[in-house]
């Protein structure tokens, strides 16, 4: 409840509102003045007009000032992160700060569908954060969202903590999101990386496996045929030839049971066992590492030797098994038809030339249904 001293203040508020000033003088104190005082008046006015404009300025002027300042420092700052994140690409960083992660499998969504895409890879540095562009072949477009900071690995909103299996390679198998691209049953393969080449530096980018819809085309059907009856010819009847049976008919040849043709697998299972990769120039033992393809396709095997890495592509499409080294060009790969030694494993030599140089390899390749 108001005090009586409170409703006179916001009664002399409302009149002082509502009184009329020139130059700071209420209208009946400006009636009543002389014109030196008017003058007067109207010099103090406006010197304090002007004051608060300097007033004014200066602030303005600070403040700008300020925001200008904080601009400078956000872009050194920024800079320096960018120069961080190229030493460590280059190598000069501490152990765990650079790491490199390869999505394969699974499948990605774009607007209101999924779809298969081909194996990608890319390295990350500690602060770093990477948008990997993605577009369907209706031209609709997003990106996938991956950084690193404070020891995390972050996809999609999916969080990887380090761990020190990471040094030898960490394979998180059908793994989903529930961002934009709300990946489905992908295989999220983490490893410690020590610097990064030129071709890991090129911006990364998701491309989609196209799948073509069966065009199915509708034969035109015959047009019928016009039967004319003759009402005046009768019809002839059919004339009948006896011809004398063989006494002792021969029984009919027994048909042999149809062999059934060997069907490729569905799936199948490919083990690198042996080789050798050059590294600074010597010859290192490769270590085992399996793999395993479906019908159509297309995945990445990871051949490493000592503290050298390389990866191979693997397709099986139509029953066929392809192995290229060159980053799948086609160029100096191994193709290996369907065998039914497959069903219990089929050994096979393996050279391979190009990006990845292997010697003297073995792979065994096993059918899985």
């Given at each position: 409840?108001?005090?009586?001293?409170?409703?006179?203040?916001l009664?002399?508020?409302?009149?002082?509102?509502?009184?009329?000033?020139?130059?700071?003088?209420?209208?009946?104190?400006?009636?009543?003045?002389?014109?030196?005082?008017?003058?007067?008046?109207?010099?103090?006015?406006?010197?304090?007009q002007?004051?608060?404009?300097?007033?004014?300025?200066?602030?303005?002027?600070?403040?700008?000032?300020?925001?200008?300042?904080?601009?400078?420092?956000?872009?050194?700052?920024?800079?320096?992160?960018?120069?961080?994140?190229?030493?460590?690409?280059?190598?000069?960083?501490?152990?765990?700060?650079?790491?490199?992660?390869?999505?394969?499998?699974?499948?990605?969504?774009?607007?209101d569908?999924?779809?298969?895409?081909?194996?990608?890879?890319?390295?990350?540095?500690?602060?770093?954060?990477?948008?990997?562009?993605?577009?369907?072949?209706?031209?609709?477009?997003v990106?996938?969202?991956a950084?690193?900071?404070?020891?995390?690995?972050?996809?999609?909103?999916?969080?990887?903590?380090?761990?020190?299996?990471?040094?030898?390679?960490?394979?998180?198998?059908?793994?989903?999101?529930?961002?934009?691209?709300?990946?489905?049953?992908?295989?999220?393969?983490?490893?410690?990386?020590?610097?990064s080449?030129?071709?890991?530096r090129?911006?990364?980018?998701?491309?989609?496996?196209?799948?073509?819809?069966?065009?199915?085309?509708?034969?035109?059907?015959?047009?019928?045929?016009?039967?004319?009856v003759?009402?005046?010819?009768?019809?002839?009847?059919?004339?009948?030839?006896?011809?004398?049976?063989?006494?002792?008919?021969?029984?009919?040849?027994?048909?042999?049971?149809?062999?059934?043709?060997?069907?490729?697998?569905?799936?199948?299972?490919?083990?690198?066992?042996?080789?050798?990769?050059?590294?600074?120039?010597?010859?290192?033992?490769?270590?085992k590492?399996?793999?395993?393809?479906?019908?159509?396709?297309?995945?990445?095997?990871?051949?490493?030797?000592?503290?050298?890495?390389?990866?191979?592509?693997?397709?099986?499409?139509?029953?066929?098994?392809?192995?290229?080294?060159?980053?799948?060009?086609?160029?100096?790969?191994?193709?290996?038809?369907?065998?039914?030694?497959?069903?219990?494993?089929?050994?096979?030599?393996?050279?391979?030339?190009?990006?990845?140089?292997?010697?003297?390899?073995?792979?065994?390749?096993?059918?899985?249904?």
């Open positions: 409840m108001f005090t009586r001293k409170a409703c006179l203040f009664v002399l508020l409302l009149i002082a509102a509502c009184t009329p000033y020139l130059y700071g003088v209420p209208q009946e104190s400006w009636d009543r003045m002389s014109e030196p005082e008017r003058i007067q008046a109207m010099r103090t006015y406006e010197r304090e002007q004051e608060q404009r300097r007033a004014a300025e200066e602030r303005a002027r600070r403040q700008a000032l300020e925001r200008e300042q904080e601009r400078a420092r956000q872009a050194a700052r920024e800079r320096e992160r960018q120069e961080r994140i190229e030493a460590l690409h280059q190598g000069r960083g501490a152990y765990g700060e650079l790491i490199r992660v390869r999505l394969q499998g699974g499948r990605i969504r774009i607007g569908r999924h779809h298969h895409y081909q194996p990608l890879t890319f390295t990350i540095a500690d602060s770093e954060t990477v948008k990997i562009p993605v577009a369907d072949y209706q031209g609709r477009a990106e996938l969202t950084s690193y900071s404070g020891g995390a690995l972050i996809i999609e909103g999916v969080r990887f903590e380090y761990e020190r299996r990471w040094g030898k390679g960490l394979l998180y198998a059908d793994t989903g999101t529930s961002g934009p691209l709300a990946l489905q049953g992908v295989d999220v393969f983490v490893e410690v990386h020590d610097r080449t030129r071709y890991e090129e911006r990364p980018r998701f491309v989609i496996v196209r799948e073509d819809v069966p065009v199915v085309i509708r034969e035109r059907e015959p047009a019928p045929q016009v039967v004319i003759r009402e005046k010819e009768a019809p002839r009847p059919p004339i009948v030839i006896e011809r004398e049976k063989p006494r002792h008919e021969p029984p009919a040849p027994r048909q042999p049971p149809p062999v059934l043709a060997e069907r490729a697998p569905r799936s199948v299972e490919v083990v690198l066992l042996s080789g050798e990769l050059k590294v600074r120039g010597k010859n290192q033992p490769v270590e590492a399996v793999l395993r393809l479906k019908e159509g396709e297309t995945r990445e095997l990871v051949a490493k030797a000592g503290a050298e890495s390389g990866t191979l592509t693997l397709r099986y499409i139509g029953g066929e098994l392809f192995i290229d080294a060159s980053r799948g060009k086609g160029q100096g790969g191994s193709r290996f038809g369907f065998d039914k030694e497959w069903k219990t494993g089929k050994v096979y030599r393996l050279e391979l030339k190009g990006n990845l140089h292997l010697e003297k390899g073995t792979v065994k390749v096993t059918a899985k249904e």
